[in-house]
């Protein structure tokens, strides 16, 4: 699986991006694809999933009202529409696409990531 991201850039507080993330390869047994972003000196974190199935989303804390995960399966692309970002909202954002295994670890692929920047 070959994840690409695209729409990082420079925003103001306040302002919006939308980024995506394009998948090509062995794509039809992930599970979940996702958005996940480390800022310097910080661990990855977690920032949205969306399953392949039901489309189910997750959020964490920190985005949930601001930020919507969403789905083109047609295209294989996931999307990331970011509202209201503030400063702290800025690191490299990295598309993941996951394949669960049962009883055994999930295979996990990242792509090479996007930064976002947010200017006060």
């Known amino acids: 699986v070959q994840l690409v991201e695209s729409g990082g850039g420079l925003v103001q507080a306040g302002g919006s991006l939308r980024l995506s993330c394009a998948a090509s390869?062995?794509?039809?047994?992930?599970?979940?694809m996702g958005w996940y972003r480390q800022a310097p000196g910080k661990q990855r974190e977690l920032v949205a999933t969306?399953?392949?199935?039901?489309?189910?989303?997750n959020y964490a804390d920190s985005v949930k009202g601001r930020f919507t995960i969403s789905r083109d399966n047609a295209k294989n692309t996931i999307h990331l529409q970011m509202n209201s970002l503030k400063a702290e909202d800025a690191a490299g954002y990295y598309c993941?696409?996951?394949?669960?295994?049962?009883?055994?670890?999930?295979?996990?692929?990242w792509g090479q990531g996007t930064q976002v920047t947010v200017s006060s």
């Open positions: 390869g062995d794509t039809f047994t992930i599970n979940v």
């Open positions: 969306i399953t392949s199935g039901e489309g189910s989303t």
């Open positions: 993941n696409a996951r394949k669960v295994r049962i009883g055994a670890p999930s295979d996990n692929y």
